[in-house]
C-alpha cells in the first residue's frame, strides 16, 4: 500500500472520531485493510464483558484482528454467504446477556459508550465476519480424515489421567405449551394501539414520544421506539411484510402480530435495502390461571404417557406447540459452532437454566412434571420434558468413547491445517505495522517481514 493511501486512512479516522474527540489511528494495514486501534479497544471492551478478558490485549488482539482479515478476504473469494437470521438471533442473545451480567440496558450502554442500536449494529458486523471465517474455516479442513487406527496410535501410549475428561452429556425431548391471551387481553391491546396510531396520524402526538411512555420493547423504548438501520431478514417476517411497505414517515401503520406480542411501527427513513423504523410493542397480560391450565395440560399428558395409552413422541407430533422440535420428535437440538455440526447431545450448562435443572433429577425415560421456562426470546413457555440418554462424566476410553477421541485426533489435525493456511497467507499478503505496536511476542512471528 503506497504512502498517499495510508495517508488518507489516517485522515479519515480522524474525521471519523473528531466529533467523539477519540484519538484514533491506523496500527497496521494486511492487505488493502486497516486495524485501528479503536478496534483493538472495541474487541477488548467486548471480550471483558463476555467474561473473557485477553492477557496482553494490545498484542493479542492486533494479531487476531489480522488473522481474521486473512479468512475473511478468502470468504470473499468464495462467496461466502451468512443467513441474515442466524446474525439476528445471535446479536439479541449476546445483547441479553450483557444486559443480564451488566444488570440493565443503560450500563450496558454506558460500558460501551454507545446507544444499543449502535451496539447491536458492530455486534452484527462481528457476528457475521465471525460466521463467514468459520465457514471458511470449515471448507479448508472439510476433507481431513482420521482412521481408527490412527486414533488408537494417537492414544496408546497416553497416561489415563491425560486422556479427555468427558462431562455429563444427556439427550432431552421436550413437549410446550405456549399460553395464550383471552380474546378480551387482545381487543384490550388492538383498541390501545389503534388510540396511539389515531393520535400520531391526526398529529395529538409524537411516535417517539409514545414509544417512550408505552412500549414494551425495552431494547428500543428508550429510544422513542427506533430501531436503527436494519434489512427485511433482521426481524420476523410478519413484522417486515408491513415494516417494509410504509413509504410515508407521517403514517403509521396497521397493527401487526408477532411471536413476541402486538405492534405499531412507523418509517424514519430508508437507505438502499434497509430502513430505519420505530415500534410500539404491547404484550399482552396472560393470567396465571392459564399458566395453571396450561401446567396441569401437561401434567395430564404425561400421565397418560406413564401409564402407555401413547408414547412421548406422538403426543410430540400432535400436542406440542414448538416447532423447531415437534418434527424431530421432541429432541432438542444443539448446535456445535466450532464443528458446524448438530447434535442432539448437550452438557448441562448448555440447556436453559430451568430445564437443566429438571433433568439433573430425572432417570433416562422418566418425564418431568410440568414447569415453566423462559425462552432466548423471552417468553415463558410451560413444558414437560424427558430424559432420553444420560452419560455421566468420565475419561474417554476408545471402546465407549470412540468419536470423542477421534474429534480431539481431528482438531489437532485441523488446527495444523489453519496453522499452514495462515502462514501461508502471511508471505504472500502486504503487512504493514506501526513500529510501536511491534514489541510483541506474535503466535506468528512472520508478520515483520
Not at 486512512?9 to 477519540?22: E, G, I, P, Y
Not at 413509504?247 to 424514519?268: A, C, M, Y
Not at 397480560?285 to 400421565?303: G, M, N, T
Request: aromatic share 8%; charged share 30%.
Amino acid at each position: 500500500m503506497n504512502k498517499l493511501l495510508l495517508l488518507l486512512l489516517s485522515v479519515w479516522c480522524s474525521m471519523a472520531f473528531a466529533q467523539s474527540n477519540v484519538v484514533d489511528e491506523v496500527i497496521w494495514v494486511v492487505g488493502d485493510d486497516p486495524i485501528l486501534l479503536s478496534d483493538v479497544e472495541e474487541a477488548r471492551l467486548q471480550a471483558e464483558a463476555d467474561g473473557k478478558p485477553i492477557l496482553d490485549p494490545y498484542c493479542t488482539i492486533p494479531e487476531q484482528l489480522a488473522i481474521q482479515k486473512l479468512f475473511l478476504h478468502q470468504a470473499s473469494l468464495d462467496s461466502v454467504e451468512v443467513s441474515d437470521a442466524l446474525v439476528l438471533k445471535a446479536v439479541n442473545e449476546r445483547v441479553n446477556y450483557y444486559i443480564q451480567n451488566l444488570g440493565s440496558r443503560e450500563n450496558v450502554e454506558k460500558y460501551f459508550s454507545l446507544t444499543l442500536p449502535q451496539i447491536k449494529e458492530k455486534l452484527a458486523k462481528n457476528m457475521r465476519q465471525q460466521n463467514m471465517m468459520e465457514q471458511v474455516q470449515a471448507s479448508l479442513t472439510r476433507n481431513l480424515k482420521v482412521t481408527p487406527a490412527e486414533v488408537r496410535a494417537y492414544f496408546k501410549d497416553m497416561p489415563e489421567d491425560s486422556l479427555p475428561l468427558i462431562p455429563t452429556m444427556v439427550e432431552v425431548q421436550v413437549i410446550t405449551a405456549q399460553p395464550q391471551p383471552t380474546r378480551a387481553e387482545i381487543v384490550r391491546i388492538e383498541e390501545r394501539l389503534r388510540e396511539l396510531a389515531r393520535r400520531v396520524n391526526e398529529g395529538e402526538a409524537d411516535f417517539s414520544n409514545l414509544a417512550k411512555i408505552y412500549s414494551q420493547d425495552p431494547n428500543s423504548a428508550r429510544l422513542g421506539g427506533e430501531l436503527g438501520y436494519s434489512g427485511r431478514n433482521q426481524f420476523v417476517p410478519e413484522f417486515s411484510n408491513v415494516a417494509f411497505a410504509l413509504n410515508d414517515p407521517k403514517k403509521v401503520s396497521k397493527i401487526v402480530r408477532t411471536e413476541f406480542g402486538f405492534h405499531i411501527i412507523q418509517l424514519i427513513d430508508k437507505k438502499g435495502d434497509k430502513a430505519n423504523l420505530r415500534h410500539i410493542l404491547l404484550k399482552p397480560e396472560i393470567e396465571d390461571s392459564v399458566y395453571v391450565k396450561e401446567l396441569a395440560r401437561l401434567d395430564s399428558i404425561a400421565a397418560d404417557i406413564k401409564k402407555g395409552l401413547f408414547a412421548f413422541e406422538d403426543a410430540v407430533l400432535a400436542l406440542s406447540d414448538d416447532k423447531d422440535t415437534r418434527n424431530n420428535k421432541g429432541l432438542m437440538v444443539n448446535f456445535d459452532r466450532e464443528t458446524q455440526e448438530i447434535t442432539s447431545k448437550f452438557v448441562m450448562k448448555e440447556l436453559p437454566a430451568e430445564i437443566a435443572r429438571q433433568v439433573e433429577n430425572l432417570s433416562v425415560g422418566e418425564i418431568s412434571k410440568a414447569f415453566v421456562y423462559t425462552t432466548d426470546q423471552g417468553k415463558e413457555i410451560c413444558a414437560i420434558v424427558k430424559l432420553k440418554s444420560r452419560v455421566e462424566a468420565h475419561r474417554a476410553t476408545l471402546t465407549e468413547d470412540y468419536q470423542v477421541l477421534k474429534d480431539v485426533v481431528l482438531q489437532e489435525r485441523r488446527a495444523v491445517k489453519l496453522e499452514t493456511w495462515i502462514k501461508e497467507k502471511q508471505r504472500s499478503t502486504y503487512v504493514r505495522i506501526n513500529p510501536e505496536w511491534r514489541n510483541c511476542n506474535f503466535k506468528y512471528p512472520d508478520w515483520s517481514k
